[in-house]
């Protein structure tokens, strides 16, 4: 067990090498430089573009801007080209406004996803079946930009609440259970349509898995002890089919970045996405390279948990 | 006595491609959604020869006079000149911003946006089908210390590491827009998937004996690969295929939300729709109309790309 894991940590470190590498030379060697941001800028003279490139290494060969990033990314000393901030501290700031964002719509997703999947599965060719099936086929194909508009409007004419940003500006001063409220309806928008697509796929997902446990033989043994239906489905049937489940979970995990550029755009929720977003809009390297490592970490911790996970609970497997 | 049975009693009752087109034909939302593909293929390819060749609908006239018109108005405007009245004098979906024919700028668009989606989707089933089937062929092979299996197989988990939306976005973002870049990228995020199952269906094909027996007759490899082995190994792929393909449409059309989709004065959906939700509450038929195609065309992709799925997946299908 201890050496399954030595083993599969080594081999992720270096595929994180790898990974450091390759973005880094597609981002260095893709046209477009943070100098040429804003080429009008009558103040921005020859000499201060040339200072300021010496200032971050871009004058320097390309393995030499890594082994200078890397250096500065180890060592906590790497700065946004944009404000000069030290980037992992931005990062860190961002990442914990998206977190409640990225948990509440997990949340959503494993909750709501696991009831509607077995009953379409026990129900085949039901009503609710297709229902279910042609709205989760709705669901991953309409924009996810053009939903979030339409619920935007009906929120806010129904409820007449506020849903962009993360808190109304000015409520500083109110009472705590009022800022509660107020910082809840900021959040339940924007995690519900980032829970949608994940919610129809999931979905879609347990159906299939339930309806391969279904027909089995166990299942049968299990009903002709005469055993009461609720347990025949949830402890011999769903138990089997939650193994995949492992491997799901470890993979939503890098959605903390990828899956939110647009919503966090949307709905000007500063979180890690849209400080992606804006780092591309100015070419600031080191944040779109750092961010992409930070999520190619989280890919890897999230693929090594379900690894071990899956170890743990499905005894066939030998570490 | 020993009468040569004939080629043609051998022969299946029903080719492959007939089987599966009777099992598909049971699915009623798939069937509908392949005859709706049908039907927007050819619609398309009229819009591109009637905006671009034989010009009856033309998107690019500007009626200042003319803006924020509701769909279904009549032209009967004394201010614009008569040959830029839209066809038929009548505006069936409005008009946008600029006077522009919405109708006109649909049809346009509806080339466009699949043909960035076919030519990605092409682009990755090529790359996916290379790497995939170098990797399930050579993947013996030892390159120094490691196997050509491992190097390409590494090589896709590394790809799988980036957040992909986060990749196309950085990669459009810095290069100069253009349309064929935007194709070229999404195509060379997405080839992953169709790497993995073309090596799963090689190693499962290289060692059958229809295999061995072409290698017998010397007959190239190349040949034995894409002659032999790719029309075995290509069903589960072009099913993974079609819904790549509304992936892409998807994809395009939050690149273009976000500023770095298709640039115009090309039309496609995806900046028809981000152009109009600025005027979300003057004139809503810029977003809905839009929204709704790429909704439709989406979902009849992922339906009938479901449906191709299970009657390709014979485990799928037998279950009672």
Redesign the interface.
């Known amino acids: 067990m201890i050496n399954f894991i030595i083993r599969n940590i080594w081999q992720r470190i270096i595929?994180l090498v790898?990974?450091s590498i390759?973005?880094h030379s597609?981002?260095h060697l893709?046209?477009?430089e943070p100098s040429l941001v804003d080429p009008s800028n009558p103040r921005m003279k020859p000499e201060d573009i040339q200072r300021i490139r010496a200032a971050y290494h871009l004058d320097e060969p390309l393995h030499t801007q890594y082994v200078f990033w890397v250096r500065d990314l180890f060592t906590g000393e790497l700065k946004s080209f944009k404000d000069n901030q030290p980037v992992l501290k931005k990062i860190w700031d961002r990442f914990l406004n998206s977190l409640p964002l990225f948990i509440v719509s997990m949340m959503i997703v494993w909750f709501l996803a696991f009831p509607i999947g077995i009953k379409a599965a026990l129900n085949r060719n039901s009503k609710f079946d297709r229902a279910s099936t042609?709205l989760s086929?709705?669901l991953?194909?309409?924009?996810?930009?053009?939903l979030a508009?339409l619920l935007i409007?009906f929120m806010v004419k129904t409820f007449d609440v506020p849903v962009i940003g993360m808190r109304t500006f000015g409520l500083e001063e109110a009472p705590f259970l009022f800022r509660a409220m107020d910082r809840v309806w900021h959040l339940t928008l924007p995690a519900l349509i980032s829970a949608v697509g994940g919610m129809a796929v999931l979905s879609r997902y347990v159906r299939s898995q339930m309806?391969?446990v279904i027909?089995q033989d166990y299942m049968r043994t299990a009903r002709a002890k005469g055993l009461p239906e609720d347990q025949v489905i949830y402890r011999h049937g769903l138990r089997n089919a939650l193994l995949p489940f492992i491997t799901m979970f470890g993979l939503t995990i890098?959605g903390l970045?990828?899956?939110s550029?647009?919503f966090e755009?949307i709905f000007a929720w500063p979180g890690m996405?849209r400080l992606?977003?804006e780092a591309?809009?100015a070419?600031d390297f080191p944040v779109?390279l750092t961010?992409?490592f930070f999520?190619?970490i989280l890919?890897?911790i999230g693929t090594l948990i379900s690894d071990i996970l899956y170890g743990v609970a499905d005894p066939r497997i030998k570490l | 006595m020993d009468e040569p049975i004939a080629a043609d009693a051998l022969a299946p009752s029903k080719g492959l491609f007939q089987e599966r087109w009777v099992i598909l034909k049971r699915n009623p939302?798939a069937y509908a959604s392949f005859w709706f593909l049908i039907a927007l293929f050819s619609f398309a390819i009229m819009g591109k020869v009637f905006t671009q060749n034989i010009i009856i609908f033309d998107p690019k006239i500007v009626r200042l006079s003319e803006k924020f018109l509701p769909p279904l108005t009549l032209y009967t405007s004394k201010l614009t000149p008569k040959e830029d009245a839209p066809a038929m004098g009548i505006y069936l979906l409005g008009t946008d911003e600029l006077g522009r024919d919405v109708f006109a700028r649909m049809i346009e668009g509806s080339f466009v946006s699949l043909t960035v989606g076919f030519v990605a989707v092409g682009i990755s089933l090529t790359v996916g089908i290379f790497f995939g089937g170098l990797a399930g062929f050579y993947g013996r092979v030892k390159l120094g210390f490691i196997t050509v299996d491992t190097l390409i197989m590494?090589f896709v988990?590394?790809m799988?590491?980036?957040?992909?939306?986060?990749?196309i976005?950085?990669?459009v973002?810095?290069?100069?827009p253009s349309i064929y870049n935007i194709m070229i990228v999404i195509g060379l995020t997405s080839w992953m998937g169709i790497a993995r199952f073309v090596r799963a269906e090689f190693l499962s094909l290289r060692d059958q004996d229809f295999v061995t027996a072409a290698r017998s007759q010397a007959i190239p490899e190349w040949r034995i690969i894409f002659i032999h082995m790719v029309p075995n190994a290509i069903a589960p792929v072009l099913v993974s295929a079609t819904i790549g393909v509304?992936t892409a449409i998807?994809t395009e059309?939050?690149l273009s939300?976000?500023g770095f989709g298709v640039q115009p004065p090309d039309a496609t959906w995806?900046n028809i729709?981000a152009d109009g939700?600025t005027f979300?509450f003057d004139a809503p038929w810029l977003?809905f109309i839009p929204?709704f195609t790429?909704?439709?065309v989406?979902?009849a992709?992922?339906?009938c790309g479901?449906g191709l799925r299970e009657a390709f997946n014979p485990k799928l299908r037998s279950?009672?």
């Open positions: 595929l790898f990974i390759i973005s597609v981002i893709a046209p477009g042609f086929y709705a991953i194909s309409i924009p996810g930009f053009f508009y409007i309806l391969e027909y890098p970045i990828g899956g550029v647009i755009t996405g992606g977003f591309i809009l070419r779109i961010l992409t999520s190619a890919v890897l | 939302m590494r988990d590394i799988l590491c980036f957040p992909s939306f986060f990749l976005l950085t990669v973002a810095l290069l100069p509304a998807l059309s939050s939300f976000l995806g729709l939700k979300l977003t929204g790429i909704l439709f989406v979902l992709f992922n339906l479901e279950t009672p």
